[in-house]
């Protein structure tokens, strides 16, 4: 009798550890849930797609996406309501520039003192505050080892805290180019996967290798660098055919390229090859600038990474020679922009963040005001276009019925003064909220 109550006990506590296993592998119990309602109460919305903003408007959120949006709308019977009528709701910000595993702290170190899992061990810290700065979706333009897809799988089986990832994995460069190590002994190599890659086949191979291991988008390093060794700031280091392969090769499994271009041969040479956007531009001329336009290409200038490089990068052993090109491209950069941008060239919102401290991308926005743009366009730049070179219009980048409820919100109105972007009270992803204060 005893021993038949014990087995009997024992088949409870089994049956209940089973069931809670099971539910703690994130399944739902047998009836299922209808989607939590959340109603919005924004005092003013910039939906990302209009030029004016709505006063008083609702926003139903079902899950994870945004159901109804307008002036007044009624609020349903049993939904959360989240008051944010004394604030500016936005979308979530779009960043189509960055690198989450850098952090410059001093040059020679991070070169020869870091591994990559140094990197893959900290990157989540990136990824967190990126998000609470109100960057709920980024374009990842450059990783070692994979660190980025690693990432971006973790953020999205909700893991690991940070913004909805395109990544690029590892740039493609060609032997002794940006994306090379230049200027240390030829005996030094590192044993870990390289992004070099020389004419066509290699190029078509690395294509194919980095779509395999979850590339979503290909970078060309299409011209020299500043934050890299070799000689010249601008001068091409892809000959036109071994481009056009690479745009070629990315285009059948479906994929974009951007192209980090800062010289006005390589600018032109990446765009006629059909690249989706230009990083950097630097040194566009008039011709590119007209191409750019006709083929609808997007310029993605990191407007605001001479202010900080400038500032902090000699105190961080950056080589003299490399703080010179600095001082060769910054200024001409931003005023080539704002010809780019008078001319009506497509800009997308890219910061390179990495370079500078994860969170800090907004700080972009007020010096994409004094190359010309109005704050609306600097807004729409990091949500609609954004989306739009992404290829993710119907997922991100406005405040519209059947996007993932990415949203922002900032106290005073960022169509006065852009700077309160970078006070960004509120964040929401995908229906879920990250930062309210
Ligand atoms: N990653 C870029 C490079 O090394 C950063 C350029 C920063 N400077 C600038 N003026 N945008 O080329």
């Not at 066509?200 to 020299?224: P, W, Y």
């Not at 280091?237 to 990315?250: L, T």
């Not at 008039?286 to 407007?303: F, H, N, P, Q, S």
Request: glycine share 10%.
């Amino acid at each position: 009798m005893k021993h038949a109550m014990k087995i009997f006990l024992l088949a409870a506590v089994l049956s209940v550890l089973v069931f809670s296993a099971f539910l703690g592998a994130g399944q739902q119990p047998a009836k299922s849930e209808a989607p939590r309602l959340i109603a919005i109460r924004a005092g003013h919305l910039i939906d990302g797609r209009s030029a004016a903003s709505i006063q008083n408007a609702v926003i139903l959120v079902e899950g994870e996406k945004i159901k109804a949006v307008g002036p007044n709308l009624a609020i349903p019977a049993g939904a959360q309501v989240i008051d944010l009528t004394k604030s500016t709701v936005l979308p979530g910000l779009i960043d189509c520039h960055t690198h989450i595993g850098y952090e410059p702290a001093n040059y020679y170190e991070d070169l020869f003192r870091k591994s990559p899992i140094d990197i893959a061990v900290t990157v989540h810290l990136a990824a967190k505050r990126t998000l609470e700065a109100g960057f709920t979706t980024i374009r990842d333009v450059g990783e070692p080892e994979f660190i980025d897809v690693a990432l971006r799988r973790a953020i999205d089986s909700g893991r690991v805290v940070g913004p909805r990832m395109q990544v690029a994995t590892l740039a493609i460069g060609a032997t002794g180019g940006h994306a090379d190590m230049v200027g240390f002994s030829p005996y030094l190599k590192f044993g870990q996967f390289s992004g070099i890659a020389d004419g066509i086949d290699e190029i078509r191979k690395l294509v194919r290798f980095e779509v395999k291991n979850g590339a979503d988008l290909i970078k060309m390093i299409a011209t020299a660098g500043v934050l890299s060794e070799e000689e010249s700031v601008g001068a091409p280091q892809f000959s036109f055919e071994e481009m056009k392969a690479m745009v070629e090769e990315a285009a059948m499994w479906g994929k974009k390229v951007a192209a980090h271009a800062h010289g006005t041969e390589g600018i032109k040479m990446a765009t006629r090859a059909g690249v989706a956007s230009i990083e950097h531009g630097s040194l566009i001329d008039d011709e590119g600038i007209r191409l750019m336009k006709e083929r609808g290409t997007y310029l993605v200038g990191d407007a605001y990474n001479h202010e900080y490089i400038t500032a902090e990068f000699k105190r961080l052993g950056y080589p003299e020679h490399i703080l010179k090109k600095e001082s060769l491209v910054g200024e001409l950069q931003r005023e080539n922009l704002k010809r780019a941008v008078a001319a009506g060239v497509k800009t997308a919102f890219g910061t390179d963040a990495g370079v500078f401290p994860h969170g800090w991308n907004a700080k972009q926005f007020a010096f994409l005001v004094k190359c010309g743009m109005t704050p609306l366009q600097t807004i729409q730049a990091a949500t609609v276009s954004a989306a739009d070179l992404l290829g993710w219009s119907d997922r991100v980048g406005a405040v519209a019925p059947g996007l993932y409820a990415d949203l922002i919100a900032v106290d005073g109105d960022p169509l006065q003064d852009v700077t309160e972007l970078e006070r960004v009270r509120f964040v929401m992803k995908g229906g879920v909220v990250y930062r309210k204060e």
